[in-house]
C-alpha cells in the first residue's frame, strides 16, 4: 500500500519559487513517481516525472523552470518551480505508479490529494 502526501503549495506572485514536497508511505524507490496538475475546466497534464534510476522528463511549457527531484533515503519526491507563471495556477498531485506512462499512472498509479498552487500576476 502506498500513500502519498503533498505539501509546499500556496498563493505567490508571477517571477517567485515554490518547492512542492510529496512524502509517500510504503516502498516507492521502485517506481515511477510524477507531478500532475489540474486547473478549473481542464484536464490533468503530467507536469514531470522521475524513474526510479533518475531518469527525469518534463512538461515543455515547464523545461527549464521546473524541476523534479526524489530523496529515495527520506522517500520524498520534490518539484522546484522557479519563474512561475498565472498559467500554471493549478492544484498540482504526487502520484507512483510501476509504470511511468500517463495510462500507468491513471489507471493503476497511487496518488495524493493535491495542494493548491495559485500564481497571480
Known amino acids: 500500500q502506498v500513500r502519498l502526501v503533498e505539501s509546499g503549495g500556496g498563493s505567490v506572485q508571477a517571477g517567485d519559487s515554490l518547492r512542492l514536497s510529496c512524502a509517500a508511505s510504503g516502498n516507492t524507490n521502485n517506481y515511477c513517481m510524477a507531478w500532475f496538475r489540474q486547473a478549473p475546466g481542464k484536464e490533468r497534464e503530467g507536469v514531470a516525472s522521475?524513474?526510479?534510476?533518475?531518469?527525469?522528463s518534463h512538461l515543455d511549457s515547464v523545461k527549464g523552470r521546473f524541476t523534479i527531484s526524489r530523496d529515495a533515503a527520506k522517500k520524498t519526491l520534490y518539484l522546484q518551480m522557479n519563474s512561475l507563471k498565472p498559467e500554471d495556477t493549478a492544484m498540482y498531485y504526487c502520484?507512483?505508479?510501476?509504470?511511468?506512462?500517463?495510462?500507468?499512472?491513471?489507471?493503476?498509479?497511487?496518488w495524493g490529494r493535491g495542494t493548491q498552487v495559485t500564481v497571480s500576476s
Open positions: 522521475i524513474d526510479s534510476a533518475g531518469t527525469t
Open positions: 502520484a507512483a505508479s510501476r509504470g511511468c506512462s500517463i495510462i500507468d499512472f491513471l489507471q493503476s498509479g497511487w
